[in-house]
């Protein structure tokens, strides 16, 4: 069974750095490339980044480049945002998903749970 | 970036009905596009991909087609568990968007 963890979030203040955290289980983790989607309080949903199976492609929104950045161990079959500079309106809960299959794009076939991110002073 | 219009936002909708939400995109996405349903507090799931193939383990009432710039996602008879915001997604290109979500009501 696939599995999706996320850690991490909580309320940082405005300028201030954040790493989530995505364990996954359940799948072969270098086989596929991942992403983290967030989706502000009562909003939809927005694409943050992606990362490839191997690591070495990485694509980001307009919205984030520059301040996050994707990574993933898989000899630890984890997942990374490390998010820095944070904004008021960079608040949401920040899920990660899989995609099915080596490439960024694609469509999402599983979801973590969430993590929220707050950030206010 | 590719630019997703969903309509309705919004539905008002009874237990047995037909529904239909339609998602349009800025420009040609050759299917390459999702759809998820997402209930309060929860994260989305997967319904369809590639515009009409069903994710495994969902129902069959649930259904979808398109092609070009215009989709459509049916449920062909909505029951209780339907009730949910509903969103596009196509994956033509990064940045994969999102349409603004259809929020299904019970009538």
């Known amino acids: 069974e696939v599995q999706l963890l996320e850690s991490g979030g909580g309320l940082v203040q405005p300028g201030g750095s954040l790493r989530l955290s995505c364990a996954a289980s359940g799948f072969t983790f270098n086989n596929y490339a991942m992403s983290w989607v967030r989706q502000a309080p009562g909003k939809g949903l927005e694409w943050v980044s992606a990362?490839?199976?191997?690591?070495?492609?990485?694509y980001y929104a307009d919205s984030v480049k520059g301040r996050f950045i994707i990574s993933r161990d898989n000899s630890k079959n984890t997942l990374y945002l490390q998010m820095n500079s944070l904004r008021a309106e960079d608040t949401a809960v920040y899920y990660c998903a899989k995609i099915p299959g080596y490439s960024t794009s694609g469509y999402f076939d599983y979801w973590g749970q969430g993590t929220l991110v707050t950030v206010s002073s | 970036d590719i630019q997703m219009t969903q309509s309705p936002s919004s539905l008002s909708a009874s237990v047995g009905d037909r529904v239909t939400i339609t998602c349009r995109a800025s420009?040609?996405?050759?299917?390459?596009l999702a759809w998820y349903q997402q209930k309060p507090g929860k994260a989305p799931k997967l319904l369809l991909y590639a515009a009409s193939r069903l994710e495994s383990g969902v129902p069959s009432r649930f259904s979808g087609s398109g092609s070009g710039t215009d989709y459509t996602l049916t449920i062909s008879s909505l029951q209780p568990e339907d009730f949910a915001t509903y969103y596009c997604q196509q994956y033509y290109s990064t940045p994969q968007t999102f349409g603004q979500g259809t929020k299904v009501e019970i009538k």
């Open positions: 990362i490839s199976g191997s690591g070495g492609s990485t």
């Open positions: 420009q040609d996405i050759s299917n390459s």
